[in-house]
């Protein structure tokens, strides 16, 4: 029963057509011409291995299942190709002289502008395609491909407008590239789970050729990806023998139409032999015998191509021209590319982030007549009043749903205001909920999601740094990804070591995203709404001993709700407290920065110190206020900095050098630092959770000392 299951095709797929008719026989010799090209390109690399100085794969062996797919693939598509699919691309109609822009790494590349690896493609082309940011660790597009197709399925409930169709109303399919190698990575896992729970309109296309670098498919797996795939219930599956193209086409030809018809998930493993090195700085002979060498060579789809031409009553001399044209219209798009001017050095600052869409403070923050509101009721709100305004918006997450609305209750009653389709549960997968927001954007949805503790975004910083934080950038500016990532965050009286830590030190060292951080909910309010409007992936860390103002001492966390129309834009910090000006001229003042639970901390300590404390609450992290953080410094003299994390190499000790470096000739005493001590994690116990922690008794000590200066 075991081998019936994982052996027997769950799909079957019709014979091509081997008649020989005007229009295959047209479509056999568009199929030779790119293989030609992407044979004479390999080649052209082989021989020109010191000017083809960067790291780049090929696609030889690979060819005729790249171009069957790249032939097929239409305009209102998306695809993540990877690294190995230059063939694929040639066959999407993307120009040989294009993608030496890219492996010369030069100015012109219309990819990444010589910021990213040859066959790394993304493309916002009409007449072509969509393909997203593409990264290279292997299996990572995986993710934010099935949430382009989440995004796609959920654009076609809703009938929206920004889902692109064909001249004739046909629905876009979703197509993802990848190695054989990846498929073991829990990551894909997640992936696959996801389409057959949902049923997204999505091919995975894997292209097996029984390498992994130097590893084997028998060191390294027990099943094929098509035997894989049958242990995911309502994943359809088919093989085939990617080296020959009309069986490619064929297979190719039946899952997109299975695809954009059915809207189901399929995978398809197609068996290819690896002709070509793994990269140019990997050379196969370094780890291949000539016996494996030999075997993978026998089926090379170009002599299989070549003879099926044959039978078609092609000439020899007739693809002998192709050929010929072939390589020399190569080595004249080489010669063209190497003269190519490289990237200005000035623009290697460009497009870390897209232009921020809140600058200015606007709305009613204090409308009249209100009550005031606990902040996770200002989260709530702020999240109801976006999605009535916004129908792509979705939120999803670990128990947001219709049941609990969240372990804090920050979406209660939103399921049932909005449906299932848009406020829904998943699994316990942070990589998925953190990756896919990237398809998702790239859509065309605006997503919200949520991470239930802090200390659980570990296993999403995977797609964090290696896709979403870069997609601006090396996209070159076309796929910033416009997400929204909560995260309940920090110690509230007994949490214990896995729900009380603080990350912003870790978030902070990934370059490309936008880190917040509210302590009340006013300004909850208003930085959710910015940062919902923001094109870029911005990370919300939502206190969790604020969310309802039971810890003592903060009840001014505690606000007048805004108004709905309230925006608060990022990188503002605000002084919540001004030390008196008669202190402040007499050189007896200090500013502590601080934000989160901190604020509450300095406040209480302040009370000790009437008229000598100026406090600033940073309110974003990054992009942060320096210019209010440098002013309150050389205004004062003396400053502390406070956190509730760790100290050690932390973002507070950062900050504090910049402050040290910027305003050196204003300081009257060093920058001080307080934050909780450098433990491995926070005790359960609250008492111990007490003397890990800073306390408005351990800020007044340091208030003291630095007044002493």
């Known amino acids: 029963m075991f081998k019936d299951s994982t052996s027997v095709s769950t799909f079957k797929t019709p014979a091509s057509n081997t008649g020989g008719n005007a229009g295959e026989r047209t ?54 190709p990877y690294y190995r699919d230059e063939s694929m691309l040639l066959a999407m109609g993307f120009t040989p002289y294009e993608l030496m822009l890219q492996l010369l790494a030069k100015a012109d590349d219309p990819f990444s502008a010589g910021r990213s690896y040859y066959s790394h493609p993304n493309s916002k082309e009409a007449n072509k395609p969509q393909i997203p940011h593409q990264s290279s660790a292997t299996g990572m597009q995986v993710i934010p491909t099935t949430g382009i197709a989440q995004g796609v399925q959920y654009l076609e409930q809703i009938h929206s407008s920004l889902l692109k169709r064909g001249p004739d109303g046909e629905l876009p399919i979703v197509l993802c590239s990848l190695g054989d190698g990846s498929v073991t990575e829990g990551e894909v896992s997640e992936a696959l789970q996801f389409a057959v729970l949902k049923q997204l309109p999505v091919i995975y296309l894997v292209q097996d050729n029984e390498w992994g670098i130097s590893a084997t498919a028998a060191e390294v797996r027990t099943m094929n990806a098509y035997e894989y795939a049958a242990g995911f219930k309502g994943l359809e599956r088919m093989q085939v023998d990617g080296s020959d193209f009309t069986a490619s086409y064929a297979a190719m030809e039946t899952a997109i139409s299975y695809v954009r018809h059915e809207r189901r998930p399929i995978l398809v493993q197609a068996n290819v032999p690896l002709l070509g090195h793994h990269t140019s700085g990997v050379r196969k002979e370094w780890y291949r015998t000539a016996e494996d060498l030999e075997k993978h060579a026998a089926n090379d789809p170009v002599p299989k191509l070549k003879a099926l031409l044959l039978k078609h009553g092609v000439t020899a001399s007739q693809l002998d021209e192709i050929e010929k044209t072939a390589a020399s219209d190569i080595q004249a798009a080489f010669n063209k590319a190497v003269q190519a001017p490289d990237p200005l050095p000035e623009t290697v600052q460009d497009h870390v982030f897209a232009p921020a869409a809140i600058t200015t403070e ?22 109801e009043e976006i999605m009535q305004q916004y129908p792509e918006a979705i939120l999803f997450g670990q128990d947001v749903g219709v049941r609990l609305g969240g372990v804090f209750r920050e979406a209660a009653t939103l399921g049932e205001k909005f449906g299932a389709h848009r ?98 909910a ?32 903060t009840l001014d966390a505690m606000t007048i709700e805004p108004a709905a129309d309230y925006v608060l ?37 302040a009370q000790k110190y009437p008229g000598q404390v100026t406090i600033v609450d940073l309110r974003t992290l990054f992009p942060m206020d320096e210019e209010l953080v440098y002013e309150m410094v050389k ?63 351990k800020v007044a000590a340091a208030i003291g000392e630095l007044l002493a200066y």
């Open 27 to 80: 479509e056999l010799l568009t199929a030779w011409r790119l293989m030609c090209e992407a044979g004479s390109m390999a080649a052209t690399y082989e021989a020109n291995r010191s000017i083809c100085k960067y790291v780049h794969s090929t696609s030889r062996g690979h060819e005729a299942i790249q171009i069957a797919t790249g032939l097929q693939l239409r305009p209102w598509d998306f695809v993540s």
């Open 362 to 383: 606007g709305g009613t923050r204090t409308p009249v007549g209100k009550s005031k509101v606990v902040m996770v009721d200002a989260a709530l709100h702020a999240v």
């Open 423 to 520: 406020i829904y549960n998943t699994a316990i997968q942070e990589a998925y909920i953190i990756g896919a927001t990237a398809g998702l954007s790239a859509a065309g949805v605006k997503p919200i999601v949520e991470v239930q503790f802090a200390d659980y975004i570990y296993p999403g910083f995977n797609q964090l740094v290696t896709e979403i934080s870069k997609s601006c950038y090396l996209s070159n500016g076309k796929f910033p990804v416009q997400t929204l990532i909560r995260v309940p965050i920090g110690a509230y009286g007994g949490g214990g070591p896995y729900h009380s830590g603080s990350i912003e030190s870790t978030l902070l060292s990934i370059k490309g995203i936008k880190v917040v951080y509210p302590s009340n």
């Open 522 to 553: 006013a300004d909850m309010k208003g930085l959710m709404k910015a940062a919902f409007l923001d094109p870029n992936p911005v990370v919300m860390l939502e206190h969790k001993g604020l969310y309802w103002s039971k810890v003592p001492g």
């Open 569 to 605: 834009p990022l990188g503002k910090g605000n002084i919540i407290q001004h030390a008196h000006p008669k202190d402040t001229a007499q050189g007896n003042t200090v500013c502590i920065i601080t934000y989160g639970m901190g604020v509450y901390w300095a406040k209480a300590a």
């Open 635 to 697: 205004q004062h003299g003396k400053c502390l900095i406070l956190t509730e994390e760790q100290l050690n190499n932390s973002f507070t000790q950062a900050l504090a050098g910049r402050i040290q470096q910027t305003c050196f000739r204003f300081l009257d005493a060093p920058v001080f630092t307080l934050g909780a001590l450098d433990l491995p994690a926070v005790p359960l116990n609250t008492g111990l959770e007490v003397a890990m922690l800073p306390t408005p008794a």
